[in-house]
């Protein structure tokens, strides 16, 4: 019986199996069917460095057996016929290969995705190519210290002083704060690091010399490009010889003009014929340039040491331009700048506007500091366009058009190039927002940038004072008014037109606008013109915030009233429903047509209509309350405030009444309620001068110098 049924299933499998040979009993290919690959895990890019190797690696599915056939840039490598592929050792050229693989069957093949070799040279350590310098400063002066270094990035730097690390100083420069005395002949140096190594720097030395009355220059407007508006070099005048029986006028420098700029001064000057003196630079709206003794002032005198018109054969000054902003005549109204290394004996960079019958003309000098000689084949032409197509263009550029506008805002130097920056006449259109530099060395235009090219306005006014430049080479300036575009590209203006900007550029040519701030409400405040750029930057010393950060930061305010204070690392752009800045203080200020100054860890406002206040910076915070104020109240324009020091010592606060009368003012730097001096005090109207509309006093050896409508007003310690 069991073997019957054995019988009867073997047949019943026969049977199965010749009907699944003719198709009887199964689907179409049935179980014996081959299946073309695929492929499950692509190969994955590497990363190496060279000389080491990479491994790409394919997964695939399909009928055994598989074959692999690996290529480079789409050529067969020999022998690369597995599921996965190993490099021989890399070398930079293998930078950039792709590798891909063909898994084949007798079914077929299929290629995978490509994976990329990046190939980056070995980590290096850093090494210091130029060590810190020695620094030789006098007392109340900043030193910096600049290392440079190669290793692979990022490289960190840690500075020291004499063995102890100092908070906050991490960049490739460290910057001193004012130095003291205490501070001669200490030790800094610095240890660059990166993931390989690190590599500490020779020991440079800090030499402090004590400051004398014969070694301060002021070469630029309010004594260096941040604006501080600081001089820490000042030993003879004091807060406790400032006053009305000790100080006042001693008279004053005669010239043919309106002295609207800031004057400058240099010491030990080799005049020809002369000797040594110390200089006082001033320019006129009448177009001249004077060189005074600045020790010889007795009285008023007219005599200088050499005198040089910049009125070209058959010229005279510009006209007003229907403008009373400069006024009857338009020469010189921006401050110069001075640069000791250029020339034989050093060269003052000057802008002129003159006209020869209804053709106008700026042009920029170089005249020799010892004899007022033009320098550099000068003086040029300035003549621009820039592609846009707001006012004044033609053929899809933008005109700079002479006779429209003035250079209010005093010169910037940085690293032997010269930055000018335009205003209009009043709001007289047609006008754009220039900004062009020049070579120190040549005179020759090396760049130009309009800030609203497709659109008008944007005047560079800043109450005459200057843009500022931090120690990277940036510039800072805030412009008035002008079309703005509220649609952004990347956070910038879609169309090029920043009006009512406050603007970060980058020097190195061709200038670019790299950052910038400008308030949510920037449309409304300046079609009813309470923009902001009727003030000037001040950029601050770098201040370490409460969690021990470094902070670079930039103030400024305009009309509408408002302490901003800007990370000049970011800044803040535009947001149209509210400012993402630093810091914004409202409601402690007037109308600002003048520019902050900064002395001693204080930021010090003098507003319109408003009296000369205080705000002291706390964990690089201003105060949002002034922590003292003058009893005094400054009318339009306000006031520019200069500081004088003997490093953080005997702080003076210097402002000018420029309405009704000028009025000289001296306070207590540590306690503004605190007048030490004014010159109205004295009987018989003994200091008195005639206002200006935005001079700035300066302060240098002892002696403060006031621009008036026909000299430069002269107060010291009296005789």
Not at 511 to 522: A, E, G, R, S
Not at 630 to 643: D, K, L, R, V
Request: proline share 5%; charged share 10%.
């Amino acid at each position: 019986m069991r073997k019957f049924v054995l019988l009867i299933q073997a047949s019943a499998f026969a049977a199965a199996a010749l009907l699944s040979g003719c198709g009887g009993l199964s689907g179409s290919g049935g179980g014996s069917q081959v299946v073309a690959p695929t492929i499950t895990s692509q190969p994955a890019s590497q990363s190496v460095t060279v000389g080491q190797v990479a491994t790409f690696t394919v997964m695939a599915n399909g009928t055994a057996p598989l074959s692999y056939q690996w290529l480079k840039n789409n050529s067969n490598i020999g022998s690369a016929t597995s599921a996965s592929y190993t490099t021989p050792a890399t070398v930079a050229d293998d930078n950039g290969a792709t590798f891909t693989v063909v898994v084949s069957n007798s079914a077929g093949s299929i290629t995978s995705g490509a994976a990329t070799l990046t190939v980056t040279a070995t980590p290096m350590g850093p090494t210091i190519t130029t060590q810190p310098a020695n620094q030789t400063v006098t007392v109340g002066q900043a030193a910096t210290f600049t290392v440079a270094a190669t290793g692979t990035a990022p490289l960190t730097y840690q500075w020291q002083k004499n063995n102890s690390n100092i908070s906050g100083a991490t960049a490739a420069s460290y910057t001193t704060p004012a130095t003291a005395s205490a501070d001669n002949g200490a030790k800094f140096d610095v240890m660059v690091t990166n993931s390989v190594s690190s590599q500490t720097s020779n020991m440079a030395t800090l030499t402090v010399n004590a400051a004398t009355a014969s070694s301060v220059n002021v070469v630029t407007y309010h004594y260096d490009n941040l604006r501080t508006g600081q001089n820490l070099n000042e030993t003879t005048l004091t807060t406790a010889n400032v006053n009305s029986t000790k100080f006042g006028k001693l008279g004053a420098f005669t010239v043919d003009g309106l002295v609207d700029a800031q004057p400058l001064y240099l010491s030990n000057v080799s005049i020809p014929s002369v000797g040594s003196k110390n200089v006082l630079y001033v320019v006129t709206e009448h177009g001249s340039v004077y060189a005074f003794d600045a020790d010889s002032v007795s009285g008023n005198t007219s005599t200088f040491l050499w005198k040089k018109s910049l009125l070209g054969t058959g010229e005279t000054t510009s006209d007003d331009r229907g403008c009373s902003q400069v006024t009857p005549e338009i020469g010189i109204t921006s401050t110069p700048v001075i640069d000791l290394t250029r020339g034989p004996h050093g060269a003052i960079y000057v802008v002129a506007m003159s006209k020869n019958s209804s053709t106008y003309f700026q042009r920029l000098h170089a005249l020799d500091v010892t004899t007022g000689a033009e320098l550099f084949g000068g003086p040029t032409t300035i003549q621009a366009t820039y592609p846009g197509t707001g006012d004044n263009s033609s053929g899809g550029n933008v005109v700079f058009d002479p006779a429209q506008y003035k250079e209010r805002a005093g010169l910037l130097e940085i690293n032997g190039t010269i930055y000018t920056t335009w205003a209009s006449h009043c709001d007289d259109q047609p006008y754009t927002s220039w900004v062009m530099s020049f070579s120190a060395d040549t005179l020759a235009q090396t760049s130009v940038l309009n800030l609203v090219p497709n659109g008008s306005e944007g005047g560079i006014w800043m109450a005459s004072t200057a843009p500022a430049a931090d120690a990277n080479g940036n510039i800072f300036f805030m412009v008035g008014n002008g079309d703005f575009d509220t649609t952004l590209t990347s956070g910038f203006p879609s169309k090029g037109d920043c009006g009512q900007c406050y603007v970060k550029l980058s020097s190195a040519a061709p200038m670019k606008l790299v950052d910038y701030f400008t308030p949510y409400n920037t449309v409304s405040e300046s079609n009813a013109d309470t923009d902001f750029g009727s003030g000037g930057p001040l950029l601050l010393p770098d201040l370490t915030d409460g969690s021990g950060n470094t902070r670079h930061l930039a103030v400024g305010s305009g009309k509408d009233a408002i302490i901003y204070v800007v990370d000049r690392d970011n800044m803040g752009k535009f947001n149209s429903t509210q400012d993402n800045i630093y810091q914004q203080i409202s409601g402690e200020i007037g109308g600002v047509f003048s520019k902050p100054s900064y002395f001693n860890n204080t930021v010090y406002y003098g507003a319109v209509g408003d009296n000369l206040k205080a705000f002291p910076i706390t964990a690089a915070k201003l105060a949002t309350n002034p922590s003292s104020q003058s009893s005094e109240s400054f009318g339009y324009p306000g006031a520019t405030p200069s500081i004088s020091a003997n490093g953080t010592s005997s702080g003076i606060v210097w402002a000018v009444e420029n309405n009704s009368g000028g009025v000289l003012h001296a306070y207590d730097a540590s306690n503004l309620t605190n007048e030490l001096y004014n010159s109205s005090q004295a009987a018989n109207n003994r200091d008195s001068f005639a206002d200006n509309k935005y001079i700035t006093p300066m302060v240098a050896n002892g002696k403060v110098y006031v621009g008036t409508p026909n000299s430069v007003a002269v107060f010291g310690l009296l005789p």
